[in-house]
């Protein structure tokens, strides 16, 4: 029995090897590949586009990388996560109204590195303008995140061919003690959530395009980027 279950082990790591092999390029390691192997999430604070991991296997995976290529971010994050697609084929479809639960984003608990505690993600979240369909989701929000306040942000949810691709945009300023840290559209996230193969891959990624302020760097980084690990590494475990 033991050596049966070894067998499929084997078995299901070289399939793994040769699958990651093609999805992901050399940016990432041996190490987050085995993490990724193990069924684990593996986030990568990768700081610009130069450094993401996905390889675009996909058209959308293409147009999602040419994203955020386009805006040419100063922090950058990929959190992902690879599960067999045998026993999760209805993953995809459960992924789409935790996404769209635009008020239970105010509850997702959130460490703060700066005070050491734990908050909310965002202090409220509400739903301004909503168009849902089938196929897809329009969503316009009004969120506070401390320490920046009021952000409203586009949301659009696709859902092709059995791939679910998430954006959230900020329309308006993003502003520290009156400072402009963030301009329109320079504040972009993403989850993206498709079949490759014999496995589905969970792959978030979210960047901001904002100067590199030397007195307001560290909190830029750990305020955005660190929400942006927080939401997709919530999402991913609320589907276990």
């Avoid at 085995?34 to 069924?39: F, S, V, Y």
């Avoid at 996404?99 to 739903?127: K, M, T, V």
């Avoid at 969120?143 to 859902?159: A, C, E, Q, T």
């Amino acid at each position: 029995m033991i050596k049966k279950h070894i067998f499929i082990f084997s078995i299901f790591f070289c399939a793994f090897s040769l699958f990651s092999q093609s999805l992901f390029n050399d940016n990432l390691t041996v190490e987050e590949r085995q993490k990724l192997a193990d069924g684990q999430i593996v986030i990568r604070n990768i700081g610009k586009a130069k450094n993401i991991s996905l390889n675009p296997v996909t058209p959308q995976a293409g147009r999602l990388i040419e994203s955020v290529k386009k805006l040419k971010p100063a922090y950058l994050a990929e959190v992902i996560q690879i599960r067999p697609a045998s026993g999760n084929e209805d993953l995809i479809e459960r992924i789409k109204p935790l996404l769209l639960d635009i008020e239970a984003y105010a509850g997702i608990p959130y460490w703060s590195e700066r005070n050491q505690q734990f908050y909310d993600l965002y202090s409220s979240a509400s739903i301004v303008k909503s168009d849902i369909k089938e196929n897809g989701a329009l969503l316009n929000a009004d969120l506070y995140m401390l320490p920046f306040g009021d952000l409203n942000v586009d949301i659009k949810l696709s859902d092709i061919d059995g791939e679910v691709l998430y954006s959230m945009i900020n329309t308006g300023n993003v502003k520290y003690d009156n400072i402009t840290v963030v301009r329109p559209e320079k504040m972009q996230s993403f989850v993206y959530a498709f079949k490759y193969n014999d496995f589905i891959v969970l792959y978030g990624i979210g960047g901001v395009n904002a100067p590199s302020i030397f007195f307001l760097r560290d909190r830029i980084e750990l305020s955005f980027i660190n929400r942006i690990k927080t939401f997709c590494k919530y999402i991913f475990e609320k589907l276990e």
